[in-house]
């Protein structure tokens, strides 16, 4: 006993809280609560220091600019602003052939959206403008729409092989600014209408394979300039696997002048990396490595002629000055809307993960609905000067706070370099190679290609993620960046619907000195209270899983109430059935007495005595023996006997049956095996203890109180709702009762609308916690407890 656990242990001096209790205590503050009319007039006052915190959210900026300090800030934002606009320059006409667009086209990209997001964005730190997942997103989306033969040349009646690029080049412009707009309106309804939690849909996995998928995507677009080859341009699903093929048919017949340059251009850039990485921790700013390239390759191609003597390809004319805004043409709308919102969840999943990163790291906050609301202006402002979808850039993102930078003030000065670039010094590209760019592409992407370690990591760790990982690089790659995002996202959320399928169930025990209530397969200080279950579920019941719910609680608690209900009317029916053959012995005891001269014979047939006694009366007092005689002879008397485990019947004609024999038959017709002293529930009694855990799974006197913690419930839906109700009822039914713990308000309000509750399910049976329930339990049938306790002393 000292082992076992005494119900007085759990006593504490407080008061016991079920649902009713709580609400009396709510009433008393709902009282002194404003009513519903003057909260909204409340709300849609417009007061000074309300109209202000609009207008600081909406626009940021003005929140800190005004407290900028030079002196603090200014050196490390401008340095930090000129090293990532030294990045812009060499990433944006290198992602413009992601893009599939025209160099030029990167700069302005990397330019007009990073002076937006300078007075709408919350993040202090991260890098707006191109970035190569989403540059081969639009490049996708032009190609789709402009492929090169649909601008083939015409020499009068022949076609010729040669692609009109200008007028190519000016419609892809125009698909591009149309899809970006698009996907700029998009991420801004989205914000008005407070949707940033949309971007949570895509989970880190999720997004990491994506975007490594999408490296290799732009891999292979940029093989066909590292080669010099012209392979076909292929659309929609497994195009990937057909542009490799094309390919590498085509190999053999590679421009050896660009695969030269390729080559070189490789060697240098991985050499310099690396370089540049092992001497970051002791340099101020780390070397630009790209613009030393580019600037390099261009002055060697324009002094060496490579475009004339060696036929490699090159930037080209590239406009000084900025071009005048022009209205996207709403026409393509239609075609690109499914990639707009493709763009929208990648650009704002890949921005606020980042910006979340830094503002964790640096202690300010992040505010999600205004960072989609400043990421689509600044695509949609964006699209009206030509540039394509942007969104934050890991490299460059780390580059700049890195190097010091504090504001967005950083991103101003990023800004101004590339704007230099484009009014002055954009002709100056124009004999850059475009193998060298390729190159460039590839060497940024080696961050992406590291991702591929996460395979190991969450093999490690979990499985279902990792097989979310690799679901999402496979539909990437065979079915292209669109219809890739839309096949993860559906798996993903079929992977929420098969955790909360399969969650784990546990049984509660009480940790000793305390009111605390753990898993006791897990907790070894944890113990089960006797008489009392206490289940558990890890995730919301609801529709999908409420079967699963149920099972798993007859597992756990070691109950199969089928068979104990169809058992328990089984016992009613047996106990029914002696209460007639105790009403049947009594009246035979009755006839017995009046019998006196018969011992221990059942007779069957009722009429016996009658034809004796008119016998006798017929044939004279002289012949009482004889026909005494004659009608005992004539009466059929039986007597029961079990033979080869069946019952049967033995008929006599006359004699005479001990006592012992008449006993024996009497207990034997009762149809029971206990002695007549025995009472009926004795015997029901004994019957319950011979139940064993073979066929009812355990004792069905040791569990008189079932508690669910519904803590992690978040909702409870009809079926569940019907779930619930089916366990009161069936417990009820074999004497267990049933009690909820832990629900939310939410829970509360949705079973009330539910009419769950009945004259047999009160709220009375809702408690505020599993600890509460536990305590009424034990005050109200603690008793039982005691006994289970002394029954297994016994056992």
């Not at 022949?158 to 970006?180: G, K, P």
């Not at 202006?377 to 504090?406: D, H, P, W």
């Amino acid at each position: 006993m000292d082992s076992m656990y005494k119900y007085r242990k759990y006593r504490i001096e407080r008061e016991v809280l079920n649902e009713q209790r709580l609400e009396e205590l709510a009433q008393r503050k709902t009282d002194a609560q404003p009513s519903l009319i003057n909260h909204l007039k409340e709300s849609i006052r417009c007061t000074v220091p309300k109209l202000k915190h609009g207008v600081l959210r909406t626009f940021p900026a003005l929140y800190w600019l005004p407290k900028y300090s030079v002196r603090d800030y200014g050196m490390p934002d401008l340095i930090s602003g000129i090293s990532v606009g030294i990045m812009h320059l060499p990433q944006g006409m290198a992602y413009a052939l992601l893009a599939s667009l025209p160099p030029v086209f990167g700069l302005y990209t990397s330019l007009y959206p990073a002076l937006i997001y300078f007075f709408f964005g919350t993040s202090r730190h991260i890098s707006i403008g191109t970035f190569a997942v989403l540059s081969i997103m639009v490049g996708s989306v032009t190609e789709r729409l402009a492929p090169d033969v649909d601008f083939l040349k015409v020499n009068g009646t022949n076609v010729t092989t040669e692609v009109d690029i200008a007028a190519r080049d000016s419609y892809r412009v125009q698909v591009a600014a149309a899809t970006t707009v698009l996907g700029g309106l998009i991420q801004v309804v989205l914000g008005l209408i407070k949707f940033g939690f949309v971007g949570t849909y895509l989970s880190e996995p999720l997004v990491r394979a994506y975007t490594t998928a999408a490296a290799l995507h732009a891999v292979v677009a940029q093989l066909k300039y590292v080669f010099g080859v012209s392979p076909a341009r292929f659309n929609g699903p497994l195009s990937l696997v057909y542009t490799l093929k094309d390919v590498f048919l085509l190999l053999p017949q590679s421009h050896f002048p660009t695969l030269v340059v390729s080559l070189v251009s490789l060697v240098l850039l991985i050499a310099a990396k690396e370089i540049n990485a092992f001497l970051s921790p002791r340099l101020p700013v780390p070397i630009p490595v790209e613009l030393i390239t580019i600037i390099a390759a261009t002055l060697i191609s324009n002094y060496g002629h490579l475009n004339r003597n060696y036929t490699i390809q090159v930037v080209g004319e590239i406009p000084s000055g900025l071009s005048s805004p022009i209205v996207p043409d709403g026409s393509i709308f239609r075609e690109v809307i499914g990639d707009a919102f493709a763009l929208a969840l990648v650009a704002y999943a890949i921005s606020i993960s980042l910006g979340k990163t830094f503002a964790l790291k640096h202690g300010y906050r992040v505010d999600s609905n205004q960072e989609l609301v400043a990421l689509g202006l600044s695509n949609t402002v964006g699209a009206f000067f030509q540039s394509y979808a942007v969104c934050a850039s890991m490299s460059r993102s780390l580059i700049q706070e890195s190097t010091g930078g504090k504001t967005q003030m950083a991103g101003i000065a990023s800004a101004i370099i590339v704007l230099v670039t484009i009014l002055k010094l954009g002709p100056f590209f124009q004999e850059l190679p475009k193998a060298v760019l390729a190159c460039i592409v590839f060497v940024n992407l080696k961050g992406m290609f590291k991702q591929y370690s996460d395979i190991v990591l969450l093999w490690r760790s979990d499985k279902t993620d990792l097989v979310l990982w690799l679901v999402t690089w496979v539909s990437t790659l065979l079915f292209n960046l669109d219809l890739g995002l839309a096949a993860a996202i559906m798996f993903a959320l079929l992977t929420v619907i098969f955790r909360t399928q399969l969650p784990t169930y546990s049984l509660l025990g009480n940790v000793d000195g305390s009111e605390l209530y753990v898993d006791i397969e897990i907790h070894e200080e944890a113990r089960e209270i006797p008489g009392i279950t206490i289940f558990r579920s890890s995730a919301t019941v609801y529709f999908a899983n409420a079967e699963l719910y149920l099972e798993a609680l007859k597992e756990k608690s070691g109950l199969d109430i089928t068979k104990m209900i169809i058992y328990k009317k089984r016992e009613d029916a047996k106990e029914k059935r002696r209460q007639k053959r105790e009403e049947r012995w009594a009246q035979r005891q009755a006839k017995k007495e009046e019998l006196a001269d018969q011992t221990a014979v059942f007779c069957v047939e009722k009429g016996a005595k009658t034809w004796r006694d008119t016998s006798m009366m017929k044939k004279g007092t002289d012949k009482d023996e004889e026909n005494s005689a004659e009608g005992k002879n004539s009466t059929a008397f039986v007597k029961p006997n079990t033979r080869d485990g069946q019952l049967r019947w033995e008929y006599l004609k006359g004699g005479n049956l001990d006592g012992t024999d008449f006993a024996w038959t009497s207990e034997q017709m009762d149809g029971d095996a206990t002695t007549r002293g025995s009472s009926s529930k004795d015997t029901q009694s004994r019957d319950l203890e011979r139940i064993s855990l073979g066929s009812l799974g355990k004792w069905t006197w040791d569990i008189h109180s079932i508690i669910l913690d519904l803590s992690t419930a978040n909702f409870i839906d009809t079926v569940a709702a019907k779930t619930m109700k089916n366990i009161f009822q069936d417990f009820g039914e074999i004497d267990i009762d049933v009690y909820l713990a832990g629900c939310q308000a939410s829970v509360v309000q949705q079973l009330e609308l539910g009419h769950f509750f009945s004259g047999s399910i009160t709220k009375k049976h809702l408690f505020a916690s599993v600890h509460d329930a536990v305590l009424y339990c034990l005050d109200h049938r603690g008793q039982e407890s005691s006994l289970v306790m002394n029954n297994y002393t016994k056992l």
